[in-house]
């Protein structure tokens, strides 16, 4: 079946950097989809960032300090995050529709990895 396997995450100060990665196995991973989601205590889940068909989205609240890339050749995405705020604070999970699903829909979802921002 495989799975999605988040790593980076941890404290960090306001202002510093991380870089998120997600390692997909199995049947998991989409070359034209895959999706990074976070949620906060007491939030819901929003999406940070998501890579549909060639282009990359972003919220707004993480344009121009997030970019997202992914390394085909190893089944990972990345999510390199900078300038990080206190707001950022959460727990960050990558998504993916996986090999034969399509961009309208996340089946498989990693256990995600905490990122907390002091400020």
């Known amino acids: 079946q495989g799975q999605l396997v988040e790593s980076g995450g941890g404290p960090v100060q306001a202002g510093g950097s991380l870089t998120l990665s997600c390692a997909a196995s199995?049947?998991?991973?989409?070359?034209?989809?895959m999706a990074w989601f976070r949620q906060s205590p007491g939030e819901e889940r929003g999406a940070v960032s998501t890579?549909?068909?060639?282009?990359?989205y972003y919220a707004a609240s993480v344009h121009g300090r997030f970019t997202m890339s992914q390394d085909n050749a190893k089944n990972t995405i990345y999510l390199q995050m900078n300038n990080l705020k206190p707001d950022d604070t959460a727990m960050y999970y990558c998504?993916?529709?996986?090999?034969?699903?399509?961009?309208?829909?996340?089946?498989?979802w990693g256990q995600g990895t905490q990122v907390t921002v002091s400020s």
């Open positions: 199995g049947n998991t991973y989409s070359v034209d989809c």
């Open positions: 998504a993916s529709p996986g090999q034969a699903g399509n961009c309208l829909e996340y089946n498989y």
């Open positions: 890579m549909h068909n060639g282009a990359t």
